[in-house]
């Protein structure tokens, strides 16, 4: 009998060699351990709901009497819901053909599209169309269909930073596209070098990879990096020069940690440029309601701009969201809302103020407590993350510590991983699912377990962590710090 074609062997060769280490070996190996009883900390994912994360009180209460239309009419609704959450409920109720149980237009609610357009706006300063912008189920649904427009065959090159975020990875080999690494500099704070971005297309161009497009995740997942505009100009002058479309990552905008280097869009620094950058270089950004202080990431909102991207190209996008019918209706209305919060001066400004700024204040002082906590153990350096949601120490492993992981058939980082697992219950990623230069390794955890958890999490990561070295370190004191 031949294989089916659901066998494994017939099964399309992509989607084998797509791999997503976020929900990979160690979180499979945590899950088991829950499952046997072990308390589990999964900071494997940015998913602040599941941390305990409160939802913000204004968009639930909206989103509440959207999905319940009949509240509307109760005459005590306004006992439970404050008015401007039920004038923002009608609002959107009444840019909806049926409400949130129908088909929205593929490219997103019109209405949203243009609050969408009108946040950009402000935020730099430059006018923005709402016919460039298309709502999606998340972020990821936008990437991903961006980099289907992109690639055709393996002849076609993205640009991606390593470390990543490994929906690029995954989605460019499951198109069956060209990954062209450039590497983050870890002792620079992971910035980004335009010499060694030049040298990566110039290696793929060798190998006949036609480089079509550059990644920049800013602030950086995992890195935590926040890039300045020194190097967004170079990157945007870069992609000029090299004729690239730059796909810019921007889901964690809300989430900086320090002052020095605020959060500017590449669209900004595209428009400061101005002509013939502003009006030449392609540009695609990216959004969510996932991150920031929303966290909102099982609701599924996103939307991405494009700019200097021609009117046939943008049908295109078009016709292929078509396909999948209308982005989840309630997520466009967590983005109308995330983009347009209430204002000073509204009842439920107060409110929606205080919640917003307890959680991105707390994520300051989180993130300060981790990196300094990670610094504070042996063979551990960690740069602080000034932006985004995780911590990304290097862990200098002892030779004895690879040789042992090699023998028992796994990567190094991955070893020490599943002990630290095992160990203290804390589910972490190895760097190796982001990518890491030969020989060097990570782990990414997240920022988000409660605050006044943290130092225990810490404390037993440092002890787990000391007795380690101690286990595989010779008499002699292999690379103490
Ligand atoms: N881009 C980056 C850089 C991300 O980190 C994520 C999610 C996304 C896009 C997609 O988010 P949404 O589809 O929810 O909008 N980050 C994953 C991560 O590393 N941990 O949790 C999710």
């Known amino acids: 009998m031949p294989p089916k074609p659901l066998d494994y062997e017939s099964i399309n060769e992509n989607v084998k060699k797509a791999q997503y280490a ?50 509307l009419d109760d005459p005590n609704v306004g006992l439970l819901f404050p008015s401007d959450a039920i004038a923002r409920a009608k609002h959107y109720l009444s840019l909806t053909s049926g409400g949130l149980g129908a088909y929205s237009d593929s490219r997103g609610i019109p209405g949203i599209r243009k609050e ?49 975020y490994p929906l690029y990875s995954a989605t460019i080999a499951l198109l069956g596209g060209s990954l062209v690494p450039y590497y983050l500099e870890e002792t620079a704070n992971w910035g980004l070098d335009t010499n060694d971005l030049r040298q990566s297309v110039a290696q793929a161009r060798y ?26 100009k170079d990157v945007l002058r870069f992609c000029y020069e090299e004729n690239l479309v730059l796909l810019g990552d921007e889901v964690y905008q809300q989430n900086i940690y320090q002052d020095e280097r605020p959060f500017i869009s590449a669209k900004k620094v595209l428009m400061d440029l101005g002509p013939p950058l502003s009006k030449e270089v392609q540009l695609i950004s990216f959004h969510t309601v996932s991150k920031g202080y929303w966290g909102e990431c099982g609701q599924r909102g996103g939307y991405f701009e494009m700019t200097n991207i021609p009117p046939e190209t943008v049908d295109e996008i078009y016709k292929v969201a078509s396909i999948a019918l209308s982005p989840n209706v309630s997520a466009q209305i967590f983005m109308g809302l995330m983009v347009n919060p209430p204002k000073p001066g509204d009842i439920s400004y107060d409110q929606y103020f205080r919640e917003s700024q307890g959680i991105l204040q707390s994520l300051r002082r989180r993130a300060r407590i981790m990196t300094d906590g990670f610094n504070s153990c042996r063979n551990v350096v960690c740069n602080f993350t000034e932006g985004a949601m995780y911590s990304f120490p290097q862990i200098r492993l002892p030779p004895r510590a690879i040789e042992t992981a090699k023998q028992a058939g796994k990567v190094p980082d991955v070893f020490y991983c599943i002990k630290l697992v095992e160990a203290t219950g804390i589910s972490t990623v190895p760097g190796s699912g982001f990518g890491q230069k030969e020989g060097v390794f990570h782990l990414r955890t997240t920022i988000l377990p409660a605050e006044e958890d943290i130092p225990a999490i810490m404390d037993s990561f440092k002890k787990f962590n000391d007795e380690f070295m101690e286990q595989y370190e010779d008499q002699r004191g292999y690379s103490r710090m």
Request: hydrophobic share 40%; aromatic share 6%.
């Open 116 to 164: 969408v357009a009108e946040f950009i706006h402000k935020r730099d300063g430059y006018p923005s169309d709402p016919e460039l912008i298309y709502l999606t189920d998340g972020a990821s649904k936008g990437v991903m269909q961006i980099l289907n427009t992109i690639i055709g065959g393996v002849g076609d090159g993205i640009l991606v930073p390593v470390p990543q």
């Open 22 to 71: 976020v929900r990979g070996e160690l979180y499979l190996r945590a899950s088991e351990l829950q499952k046997e009883g072990k308390k589990i900390i999964f900071t494997n994912v940015g998913n602040p709901h599941a941390l305990g994360q409160k939802p913000l009180s204004f968009p639930r209460q909206v989103v509440a009497l959207c999905q319940a239309p009949f509240l």
């Open 207 to 232: 190998k006949g990879i036609n480089v079509k497009a550059m990644v920049i995740i800013n602030p950086g997942n995992p890195t935590g990096q926040c890039l300045s505009e020194a190097n967004l």
